[in-house]
C-alpha cells in the first residue's frame, strides 16, 4: 500500500505553468501505476493523466494531451504532473491516485489508494 501525498497547488492566470507533486510512502511504489485525477465544483472526478510502472507507458485525458506531462522519480518516491497553458477549465481539486494492478488508464474504480487533493486554480 501506498499513502499519495499532493503538493504544489494554487492560483496562477490563465497561460501559466504549474507542477504538481505526489509523494508516495511505501517500499513498493515502483511497482505502482499512478494516476492523477481532478475535480470542478458540481461534477465528477475526472481522469486527467496516468504512468506506469515503466515511464514510458502514459495516458491522457484528450484536453489536456500537449499541455500536461506526467513522470515519475522512483528514487524519490514522487510523480509529477507538468501543466502548461493553463486554462481557467483547468481550475479543479487534483487528486493523485495509485494502482497496484499496474494499470494506468482512466478508470478511477481502478485505483485504489488516494491522496487528499490540492487545489488549482486559473483564473482568466
Known amino acids: 500500500q501506498v499513502r499519495p501525498v499532493e503538493s504544489g497547488g494554487g492560483l496562477v492566470q490563465a497561460g501559466d505553468s504549474m507542477r504538481l507533486s505526489c509523494a508516495a510512502s511505501?517500499?513498493?511504489?515502483?511497482?505502482?501505476?499512478m494516476g492523477w485525477f481532478r475535480q470542478a465544483p458540481g461534477k465528477e472526478r475526472e481522469f486527467v493523466a496516468a504512468i506506469g510502472e515503466i515511464p514510458r507507458d502514459t495516458d491522457y485525458e484528450d484536453s489536456v494531451k500537449g499541455r500536461f506531462t506526467i513522470s515519475r522519480d522512483n528514487t524519490k518516491n514522487t510523480v509529477y504532473l507538468q501543466m502548461n497553458s493553463l486554462k481557467p477549465e483547468d481550475t479543479a481539486i487534483y487528486y493523485c491516485?495509485?494502482?497496484?494492478?499496474?494499470?494506468?488508464?482512466?478508470?478511477?474504480?481502478?485505483?485504489?489508494?488516494w491522496g487528499q487533493g490540492t487545489q488549482v486554480t486559473v483564473s482568466s
Open positions: 511505501g517500499r513498493l511504489f515502483s511497482t505502482y501505476a
Open positions: 491516485a495509485a494502482s497496484s494492478t499496474g494499470y494506468y488508464g482512466s478508470s478511477l474504480y481502478e485505483y485504489g489508494d
